[in-house]
C-alpha cells in the first residue's frame, strides 16, 4: 500500500505552523508541554530535543517534517534525538500537529518511514522512545511497527504542572524489524 506521507527536512515554516497547533488540548496531554507562542522558536525546539533515554545522551539531532502526498501539507515531525554513533542507537519522537491527520493512518504511515530512514539510511541498530502510558493510540502503532515495551521509566517526566508521570520506554532492533519483513 502507498504511503500517505513523505518525510523532508523540517522548515522554519513547518514549525511556525506546529507552535500555532501545540495548543491542542490533545497534544498538551500526551507530549507533556505548554502551548507554543509565535516567538517561541526555541523553545519549542528544546522541548522536542528533551532526551529521556539515558544511552542517548549528548548525540546529535535531526528533525524531519511529515508532509502529505496529497497537497505537501505539513502536518507532523520526526525528531531522532542523541544519535549515538558509538552505539548505533538514538530516541525517536513524532508527533502529528494537526489533528485532522490523527487516527486516519498518516501516523503510522510516518513511523513506519521514519524506521526505514533510521536503519536504512542512518545506518542505526536501535530505536529507543518513550511514552505515557495513557497514550494507547501511539503505543498501539509502536507496538505495530515493531517496538517492544522494555520498562516503565517511574517518575521520569515533568509535567508543565510540576507534576511528575510516568513513561514506557519503548525499543526496536534492527535485526528484528529486518526479520519480522521477511
Known sequence: MDS??????????????????????????????????????????????VLTLPYCSNGNTTMLSILTID???????????????????????????DSKFRSEGYGIDALGLAVEYAFND????????TVFPSNTRAIKAYTKVGFNNVEVLEKSWTMPSGEQMDMILMELKKDEWITAQL
Open 71 to 97: 497537497g505537501n501539507h505539513p502536518i507532523g515531525y520526526v525528531i531522532f534525538k542523541g544519535i549515538n554513533g558509538a552505539n548505533l542507537s538514538a530516541e525517536l519522537g513524532i508527533a502529528i500537529m
Open 4 to 49: 500517505k506521507v513523505y518525510l523532508s527536512p523540517i522548515e522554519d515554516n513547518h514549525i511556525i505552523e506546529y507552535m500555532s497547533r501545540s495548543d491542542d488540548p490533545e497534544l498538551m496531554n500526551t507530549m507533556g508541554w505548554r502551548p507554543f507562542g509565535p516567538d517561541e522558536k526555541e523553545r519549542f525546539l528544546s522541548t522536542v530535543e
Open 122 to 129: 542512518m545506518k542505526l541498530l536501535l530505536i529507543g522512545l
